[in-house]
């Protein structure tokens, strides 16, 4: 006899819609928090749309992306079951790697030379990845991409056929292209790092 896998703790998936979301306000809480000179970036990935508001003045960004990009949607687009196979996750990286480098390039041009940006999110399934991640809980947490692309290959292993319940990853497709999307942004926007804080 095998001993159960241990439970897989309650994840924030699916996500409700984005339409209540309002980036303007988490932008400008973010720049509350701002170093003097430092910029702003704002980052929601919701269920169909990821959304980036970067800016150094307090009240308004000075460039909002919208991209194709959501946990509901790039699951819809790409992923025939509750967890992607290989080759689903091939075909929507390259998808989506293509909307990002589109963004990055909108992006670029509104980031000094030598200014390093550090997205601020406030989403419940970014905080879940984090916690996958092994960040601990606090009003601020900072997710690196080292500890993400962990959590990713973990991903890239269930795909494979591993058990989702022995790697503790929801068996849900959002969480599946949620994770897929924040990692295509960080490498290529590129984000060194993401900062977490509380919703309130």
């Known amino acids: 006899m095998f001993p159960s896998p241990p439970p897989v703790a309650p994840t924030p998936w699916p996500q409700e819609g984005d339409a209540d979301f309002d980036i ?7 720049h509350g928090l701002a170093m003097p000179g430092q910029l702003a970036t704002a980052l929601h990935l919701g269920a169909e749309h990821t959304v980036v508001a970067t800016g150094l003045d ?3 960004p000075s460039v909002l992306l919208t991209l194709a990009l959501g946990s509901q949607k790039t699951a819809r687009d790409f992923f025939r079951g509750a967890l992607p196979t290989p080759f689903e996750l091939e075909t929507a990286i390259a998808w989506v790697e293509d909307e990002v480098y589109a963004a990055h390039v909108r ?10 940006v550090v997205p601020c999110s406030t989403d419940p399934a970014l905080h879940e990845i984090a916690t996958l991640a092994g960040i601990a809980q606090g009003p601020l947490r900072i ?9 990713f290959n973990r991903l890239v292993s269930v795909s494979q056929g591993r058990p989702a319940s022995q790697e503790g990853l929801p068996a849900h497709a959002a969480f599946a292209a949620s994770l897929l999307v924040l990692r295509e942004l960080m490498h290529h926007m ?4 993401l900062t977490l804080m509380d919703g309130a």
């Open 24 to 30: 303007t306000a988490l932008y400008r809480r973010i």
């Open 58 to 60: 307090p009240q308004l």
């Open 107 to 116: 992006h670029r041009p509104w980031v000094p030379q030598g200014v390093v």
């Open 143 to 151: 997710l690196t991409l080292d500890a993400l692309e962990h959590v």
């Open 190 to 193: 590129p984000f060194g790092s």
